[in-house]
């Protein structure tokens, strides 16, 4: 148990720096360059993974977290045609980025179509990973969302969330 100011400052910086949350507005630039909200980057230094995500986005991990994912992706079953199409989904569509000095990084065109990017896009932060979507695209998939929050909240009741 953590007692006193010190260690639960310490308690509160090692939980937000290993995390990802909120959501933010940026512009992606002509060359396909995207600004990494500020409170990401650090997180990102040691380099990500960008691939084509669900729902028409993009997913972006950090190293580590991706070695994990791509270690279960590994393992799934080859003879099964579900886990070979999501396998290849996730890891052939995979691309290592590399944050700039301004905090940019720079998507593969291939991604950007596959999300349908344009200039305006969101990046929203899902704990493990961020998720880059084409800002009209996550507008309405939000407020979808919003609308049947209370029948999504009784189906993860029974996740046991």
């Known amino acids: 148990m953590l007692v006193g100011k010190s260690g639960e400052n310490a308690f509160?910086?090692?939980f937000s720096l290993t995390m990802f949350i909120g959501e933010?507005?940026?512009?992606?630039d002509d060359k396909g360059r995207l600004a990494i909200p500020v409170?990401?980057?650090?997180?990102?230094?040691?380099?990500?993974?960008?691939?084509r995500?669900?729902?028409?986005?993009?997913?972006?991990?950090?190293?580590?977290?991706?070695e994990?994912?791509?270690?279960?992706?590994?393992?799934?079953p080859i003879s099964q045609a579900n886990s070979r199409a999501f396998a290849r989904l996730m890891l052939a569509?995979?691309?290592?980025?590399?944050?700039?000095?301004?905090?940019?990084?720079?998507?593969p065109e291939y991604l950007r179509q596959f999300a349908g990017l344009k200039?305006?896009?969101?990046?929203?932060g899902l704990y493990?990973?961020?998720?880059?979507?084409?800002?009209?695209?996550?507008?309405?998939?939000?407020?979808?969302?919003e609308a049947e929050s209370g029948s999504i909240a009784e189906r993860m009741a029974e996740l046991g969330v």
């Open 128 to 145: 493990s990973r961020l998720e880059i979507w084409d800002e009209e695209k996550w507008n309405t998939y939000k407020s979808q969302t």
């Open 93 to 107: 569509g995979a691309m290592d980025v590399e944050v700039d000095k301004q905090g940019r990084a720079i998507l």
């Open 68 to 76: 994990k994912l791509a270690e279960k992706l590994a393992a799934l």
């Open 24 to 28: 933010y507005s940026h512009n992606l």
């Open 53 to 66: 995500g669900l729902d028409n986005c993009l997913f972006l991990y950090t190293k580590t977290e991706w």
């Open 39 to 51: 409170k990401f980057r650090a997180l990102l230094k040691k380099g990500a993974v960008v691939t």
């Open 12 to 14: 509160l910086t090692n």
């Open 119 to 124: 200039k305006n896009v969101v990046v929203a």
